[in-house]
């Protein structure tokens, strides 16, 4: 069974500073994705994440892949108030396998 | 196009009573997955559906789960008795193909509660 670790569970963040979410999973998948989530609204898809060293930005998000270490990574550049959400990464293997989720706030 | 919708939006319920989900996938797509989050723990996969049949249902916790998908449109879930442990956040989400490249598109899920 495909098991997906996600840390840190929470991440307070000040405004203007980098951080970064982990995402270890336990065996191989065909593809990693990263959602945001604001509360009471659906699972965003911010990237997809197809092999070995991809790596993707948009905006202040950047995610990237590492299928050896099984380790995706999704880098937070300069965090301002609107990236406070919910991030969940989530391996696939014929079904998609989530992580627990990091809840992130942004404070001044 | 309108996305992937989910009803009721919020449930409260007590312990042994049932209640029933309903999701709407997005027109046309053949997929259609459930997925629970307890209080802060993982999104889990609960089953999928491909058209009105069930591809794959090992994630549904027990047979007070029920899931159904008439005619391959929208499905419902429901949950006879409802217990305790039950409650959480259901996510529905729907995809055109089940393969490496189709993404799922989720709904804004179901907040039940079990008092």
């Known amino acids: 069974e495909l098991k997906v670790e996600q840390n840190p569970l929470f991440l307070s963040m000040q405004e203007g500073k980098n951080y970064t979410i982990y995402c270890n999973y336990s065996t191989t998948s065909d593809r990693l994705y990263w959602y945001r989530q604001d509360p009471g609204k659906s699972l965003e898809s911010l990237f997809v994440?197809?092999?070995?060293?991809a790596v993707k930005q948009e905006g202040r998000l950047m995610a990237s892949l590492d299928t050896k270490a099984r380790l995706s990574t999704l880098h937070i550049t300069a965090a301002v108030h609107d990236l406070s959400a919910t991030y969940f990464c989530a391996a696939f293997d014929y079904k998609l396998s989530f992580g627990a989720g990091t809840t992130v706030t942004v404070r001044a | 196009e309108a996305g992937v919708t989910q009803f009721p939006s919020h449930s409260v319920i007590e312990k042994g009573q049932t209640v029933t989900l309903r999701c709407d996938p997005i027109?046309?797509?053949?997929?259609l997955y459930w997925y629970r989050r307890v209080m802060g723990k993982e999104i889990k996969f609960l089953l999928h559906f491909v058209k009105e049949s069930k591809q794959d249902e090992s994630g549904m916790p027990n047979n007070r789960f029920l899931a159904e998908r008439t005619g391959g449109t929208y499905s419902t879930l429901k949950v006879q008795p409802a217990e305790l442990e039950d409650s959480g956040v259901y996510f529905c989400a729907s995809s055109l193909g089940a393969g490496t490249y189709n993404e799922q598109f989720f709904g804004p899920g179901t907040r039940l509660t079990v008092l």
């Open positions: 027109s046309g797509h053949d997929n």
């Open positions: 994440l197809l092999s070995n060293g």
